[in-house]
């Protein structure tokens, strides 16, 4: 379940259960304040009753006064009202007067009531001292059986079973619209972010337009895009370095043969040895001598230099054949041949990419690929156009890609290290002969292009590394 559900569903559980608290208390109330009225009703009836049975006793004497009890006990037929002698007292008040000394000090025209819970409901009996020609003379006694009277607390339940609906409706439908706007979107944005930055993309900082923790938390997910963007920059530049190294030795190897024809031709022109048209030609010859250095030496800096993503429109294809024409000198040392499969001169191999980047991925690919072959063999490159679907989503469905295979002959990648290739500073290498990132920094590169790369590798047969990326326009 998603946060504003979750949030909601807290908010409206909790307020049910205060007004069911409420709803509680309300109940217990009602009662009590029904109770409270029956016992006022008593008390009001029988201090009346006392002080219209004293005035006619004084007047009419006793038949008119027990005429007015009996009349009362018509008109209140609820009530049970009768006359209560002297010698009857203890027997019908005695839990209100418990002996004839309270009875006879009991204040005249003040009642006294009392209550008593049963199963079957509720028993309010009072009792009041009537006093006449100046002596005790009895006593008025009302009783009430009152059955439960279930219609207050269904009232107060149904008025709490609808405010509570009301409530409960109203603090979702508040809850899940101010969730949305408040917690929802933001969380949905930060969410996206956080995959965005997963596959490698740390392009577009993530603008909240509230000031709080969520803002505060896109703040820091753009910052650390920042940083982590310069350091996969460095990591990518930092393994550009370590290829050169590894490139160093091929290209001492192939500046000795010009060097040598310079030198020759030098001595020789410095001796005398040659006429003025031999002259001429060994000037020419030192010059292509020199070129050809130059030019081995332009490539090698252009690899190792620094520079920002530009992508551009590029024919993959001569691209490839630069990158491997670089190492050609590298793989010879190694006793490898490198072959790069020709492609139909009217096939479009465009695509917009970073040259500078791409050639360093197929240098890494190349590389490894001569590397995993420490007996010679041949490296096979080619390009061509597939259809293809992207990993993992299999809805965009299939659709055209240029793919960069580069296959050698090597021991393959053992299954349980396949999962773990393209990671950070993972290597099965020797010390000294890896650092881990050619493969993790060119995965990064692909991806920024909107491709992936593929591998199938079985063991004493070689690898396959195949590089998607979308194809363009070439102008």
């Given at each position: 379940m998603k946060l504003v559900p979750k949030l909601t569903l807290a908010l409206v559980t909790a307020m049910c259960g205060v007004l069911a608290i409420n709803a509680f208390f309300r109940v217990r109330r009602e009662i009590a304040y029904n109770e409270a009225d029956r016992v006022r009703d008593h008390e009001m009836v029988a201090r009346a009753l006392g002080a219209a049975v004293s005035a006619v006793w004084h007047s009419e004497g006793r038949a008119a006064a027990l005429r007015v009890i009996d009349a009362g006990d018509t008109h209140f037929s609820r009530m049970a009202i009768r006359w209560v002698e002297v010698p009857e007292v203890q027997k019908a008040c005695g839990d209100i007067w418990p002996d004839a000394t309270a009875?006879?000090?009991?204040?005249?025209?003040?009642?006294?009531?009392?209550?008593?819970?049963?199963?079957?409901?509720?028993?309010?009996?009072?009792?009041?001292?009537?006093?006449?020609?100046?002596?005790?003379?009895?006593?008025?006694?009302?009783?009430?059986?009152?059955?439960?009277?279930?219609?207050?607390?269904?009232?107060?339940?149904?008025?709490?079973?609808?405010?509570?609906?009301?409530?409960?409706?109203?603090?979702?439908?508040?809850?899940?619209?101010?969730?949305?706007?408040?917690?929802?979107?933001?969380?949905?944005?930060?969410?996206?972010?956080?995959?965005?930055?997963?596959?490698?993309?740390?392009?577009?900082?993530?603008?909240?337009?509230?000031?709080?923790?969520?803002?505060?938390?896109?703040?820091?997910?753009?910052?650390?895009?920042?940083?982590?963007?310069?350091?996969?920059?460095?990591?990518?530049?930092?393994?550009?370095?370590?290829?050169?190294?590894?490139?160093?030795?091929?290209?001492?190897?192939?500046?000795?043969?010009?060097?040598?024809?310079?030198?020759?031709?030098?001595?020789?022109?410095?001796?005398?040895?040659?006429?003025?048209?031999?002259?001429?030609?060994?000037?020419?010859?030192?010059?292509?001598?020199?070129?050809?250095?130059?030019?081995?030496?332009?490539?090698?800096?252009?690899?190792?230099?620094?520079?920002?993503?530009?992508?551009?429109?590029?024919?993959?294809?001569?691209?490839?054949?630069?990158?491997?024409?670089?190492?050609?000198?590298?793989?010879?040392?190694?006793?490898?041949?490198?072959?790069?499969?020709?492609?139909?001169?009217?096939?479009?191999?465009?695509a917009a990419v970073d040259s500078a980047q791409l050639e360093q991925v197929v240098t890494n690919l190349v590389m490894n690929a001569i590397q995993a072959m420490p007996d010679g063999g041949t490296v096979r490159v080619g390009v061509s156009r597939e259809s293809a679907a992207p990993p993992g989503r299999p809805d965009d469905g299939r659709s055209s890609f240029l793919c960069i295979r580069v296959s050698d002959q090597g021991k393959g990648i053992e299954p349980e290290h396949l999962p773990h290739i393209f990671e950070p500073f993972y290597t099965t290498k020797e010390i000294g002969e890896g650092t881990g990132l050619g493969l993790s920094v060119s995965y990064g590169i692909i991806q920024e292009h909107g491709g992936w790369i593929a591998v199938d590798s079985q063991a004493q047969r070689g690898s396959t590394f195949a590089v998607f990326v979308p194809p363009g326009d070439a102008r």
């Open positions: 009875f006879a000090t009991a204040p005249a025209g003040r009642a006294t009531t009392q209550k008593a819970h049963r199963a079957e409901g509720m028993r309010v009996h009072t009792c009041l001292a009537v006093d006449a020609s100046g002596s005790r003379q009895g006593a008025i006694e009302l009783t009430e059986k009152v059955a439960k009277d279930r219609q207050p607390v269904w009232i107060a339940v149904r008025d709490a079973s609808i405010t509570a609906i009301a409530i409960a409706s109203v603090s979702a439908l508040l809850s899940l619209l101010f969730g949305v706007w408040l917690v929802g979107r933001p969380v949905t944005a930060l969410v996206d972010k956080a995959r965005r930055i997963g596959h490698g993309d740390f392009s577009g900082p993530l603008r909240l337009p509230q000031s709080d923790e969520f803002a505060v938390l896109a703040k820091e997910m753009n910052a650390m895009c920042n940083r982590l963007s310069s350091t996969v920059d460095q990591l990518r530049h930092a393994d550009r370095l370590t290829t050169v190294g590894k490139l160093a030795s091929g290209v001492a190897h192939e500046l000795g043969t010009p060097l040598n024809v310079i030198s020759a031709r030098a001595a020789m022109i410095a001796k005398g040895e040659t006429t003025n048209g031999e002259a001429v030609e060994c000037a020419r010859i030192i010059g292509n001598s020199a070129k050809r250095m130059t030019n081995i030496i332009r490539q090698l800096l252009e690899f190792a230099r620094k520079k920002g993503a530009q992508k551009a429109p590029r024919d993959v294809h001569s691209l490839v054949t630069e990158a491997v024409e670089l190492l050609r000198p590298l793989s010879e040392k190694h006793a490898v041949s490198l072959v790069v499969d020709p492609i139909p001169e009217d096939l479009d191999m465009a």
